[in-house]
């Protein structure tokens, strides 16, 4: 296949390997007002930005019948959890090397994230690998009108590099951040690692367009 006009990366669970800590901090929130979260739930709460998660699991509380946390009082508990966890994630199998992959051959990147910038910032620490990605789209960002599962971030991040989002591969590992990609009209490639146990038990269908990967080191950039 010809090289794509550009790579668009999701970071959390694609890149570094943050969603069980992610899964933990809403956990744990959740029980602090009463409510254990399920597979299901927490698996549906991949991909999206802080602020939509957070209404997500006041939604959730309410109908098992608990007292309704404010936004800022949900976050007030999940926030030092996240914050505590998320510095210690690991990069996911092969991600250097795909970065550094695009990089000898010239192939524009971007990073399409659900999360806030300054959570980025916590989480990249540790990855000085990670700055060779400098165009980025931010789940607070203030030109977004909508975040993932709309189409939104990778329609804006294929702008800000000068291409169309028909040509450019993303990369991604929750559906909704498959539903924002495969919407702007990206060609999806799909990380499912087999120690993801979440999506495992849930037997989790992807749409016949995507290329599924089980490690990203599977993805070839030809010459």
Same mark, same amino acid.
């Given at each position: 296949?010809?090289?794509?006009?550009?790579?668009?990366?999701?970071?959390?669970?694609?890149?570094?390997?943050? /969603?069980?800590?992610?899964?933990?901090?809403? %956990? @744990?929130?959740?029980?602090?007002?009463?409510?254990?979260?399920?597979?299901? @739930?927490?698996?549906?709460?991949?991909?999206?930005?802080?602020?939509?998660?957070?209404?997500?699991?006041? &939604?959730?509380?309410?109908?098992?019948?608990?007292?309704?946390?404010?936004?800022? /009082?949900?976050?007030?508990?999940? %926030?030092? =959890?996240? /914050?505590? #966890? #998320?510095?210690? $994630?690991?990069?996911?199998?092969? +991600? =250097?090397? !795909? =970065?550094? +992959?695009?990089?000898?051959?010239? *192939?524009?990147?971007?990073?399409?994230?659900?999360?806030?910038?300054?959570?980025?910032?916590?989480?990249?620490?540790?990855?000085?690998?990670? +700055?060779? =990605?400098?165009?980025? *789209?931010?789940?607070?960002?203030?030109?977004?009108?909508?975040?993932?599962?709309?189409?939104?971030?990778?329609?804006?991040?294929? @702008? &800000?590099?000068?291409?169309?989002?028909?040509?450019?591969?993303?990369?991604?590992?929750? @559906?909704?951040?498959? %539903?924002?990609?495969?919407?702007?009209?990206?060609?999806?490639?799909? #990380?499912?690692?087999?120690?993801?146990?979440?999506? $495992?038990? !849930?037997?989790? %269908?992807?749409?016949?367009?995507?290329?599924?990967?089980?490690?990203?080191?599977?993805?070839?950039? +030809?010459?």
């Amino acid at each position: 296949m010809p090289l794509p006009a550009a790579c668009l990366f999701d970071l959390d669970g694609l890149l570094l390997d943050t /969603e069980p800590l992610h899964s933990e901090a809403w %956990q @744990q929130a959740a029980q602090r007002f009463g409510l254990h979260l399920t597979v299901e @739930q927490l698996l549906a709460l991949r991909g999206r930005r802080r602020l939509d998660c957070a209404e997500q699991v006041r &939604r959730w509380i309410g109908q098992a019948g608990q007292v309704v946390p404010s936004v800022e /009082e949900l976050l007030a508990v999940r %926030q030092p =959890i996240a /914050e505590r #966890l #998320l510095p210690s $994630a690991q990069p996911m199998p092969g +991600a =250097i090397a !795909l =970065i550094a +992959a695009c990089q000898d051959r010239g *192939v524009p990147m971007a990073m399409v994230t659900s999360s806030s910038r300054t959570a980025v910032a916590l989480k990249e620490a540790p990855h000085p690998w990670l +700055a060779a =990605i400098s165009v980025r *789209v931010h789940g607070d960002d203030p030109a977004l009108a909508a975040g993932k599962p709309a189409p939104d971030p990778y329609r804006l991040a294929a @702008q &800000r590099l000068g291409v169309d989002p028909r040509v450019c591969w993303a990369f991604e590992d929750s @559906q909704a951040g498959v %539903q924002s990609a495969l919407a702007a009209g990206c060609l999806v490639h799909v #990380l499912v690692p087999r120690h993801d146990h979440v999506a $495992a038990e !849930l037997g989790l %269908q992807w749409p016949s367009s995507c290329r599924l990967v089980e490690d990203l080191s599977e993805v070839v950039l +030809a010459d």
